[in-house]
């Protein structure tokens, strides 16, 4: 029994913009017990991550319109968690530098055997396992499966898979500052050209959803945020 058996149904996000090429690989992958999603463009793709969750994305590189690397910058926005797997018909060692300096999780060639497919995508849905299924945050919990924050005495609040990650960024570095260059990069890609208004909406919209909890994150001035365990609230440095 192959690994995608041993589990109810990993889900799969197949991008390739060749009819032939989605319909090989789609039955492939459900044959090896995955349920597959096959889109022929990048903007497809991104608009079904931010629908739904994945166990792992397989990605054709050369694409039109959008390409791979394109498309995983943006699914990175709105699936940060989804493991990556970039397929391609090219050979070149630059292709697959570029794909995981970019952030993919792995590389395959369209050319590789169905074993050696099947064996990467499964590595990269357990690589994509959240290790634990939830982590303490304030005085609350969120809960890694159903992405869902509780906390005594009130109502549960649901959170995006990026909120989530913020948190989670927060939760690994108490009491250190992390700038907002650093947290848009992270979390909006290296390629963003936005402002940094973006953040502090998103933050402003994260805190609001915690609500008393959102004391633990704290706004330091002109420099980002900090995940304050004491939750003493806003610290406003003076300029």
């Known amino acids: 029994m192959s690994d995608a058996q041993t589990q109810s149904r990993r889900t799969i996000l197949l ?3 060749e009819r032939s090429v989605r319909a090989a690989f789609a039955a492939m992958l459900e044959e090896a ?5 096959a889109v022929p463009g990048g903007a497809k793709a991104v608009a079904l ?9 397989l990605l054709d590189v050369m694409m039109p319109a959008m390409n791979g690397y394109e498309t995983l910058r943006q699914i990175r926005v709105v699936s940060p968690f989804v493991p990556v ?5 090219l050979d070149a060692e630059e292709t697959e530098a570029a794909a995981l300096g970019l952030g993919a999780d792995d590389f395959v060639r369209k050319t590789s055997s169905p074993g050696v497919i099947l064996a990467r995508v499964a590595a990269a849905v357990r690589r994509g396992a959240p290790p634990k299924s939830s982590f303490a945050f304030g005085t609350g919990v969120v809960d890694l499966s159903s992405l869902m ?3 005594h005495g009130a109502d ?6 990026r909120e989530v990650a913020i948190m989670q960024t927060f939760v690994a570095t108490p009491g250190e500052v992390i700038s907002s260059d650093r947290l848009l990069t992270r979390f909006w890609g290296a390629g963003f050209s936005g402002s940094d208004a973006v953040l502090r909406m998103a933050i402003a919209r994260l805190k609001a959803k915690l609500g008393p909890d959102g004391r633990f ?8 945020y900090a995940y304050d365990v004491a939750g003493a609230g806003d610290a406003e ?3």
């Open 15 to 17: 991008v390739d913009d």
């Open 33 to 37: 017990g995955y349920e597959v999603s």
């Open 49 to 57: 991550c931010r629908e739904r969750r994945f166990d792992a994305v």
């Open 85 to 89: 797997v970039f397929l391609t018909a």
């Open 149 to 151: 924050y509780s906390r």
């Open 156 to 161: 549960d609040v649901r959170l995006s898979e």
């Open 217 to 224: 994150i704290r706004n330091v001035y002109r420099s980002g």
């Open 237 to 239: 440095d003076a300029e």
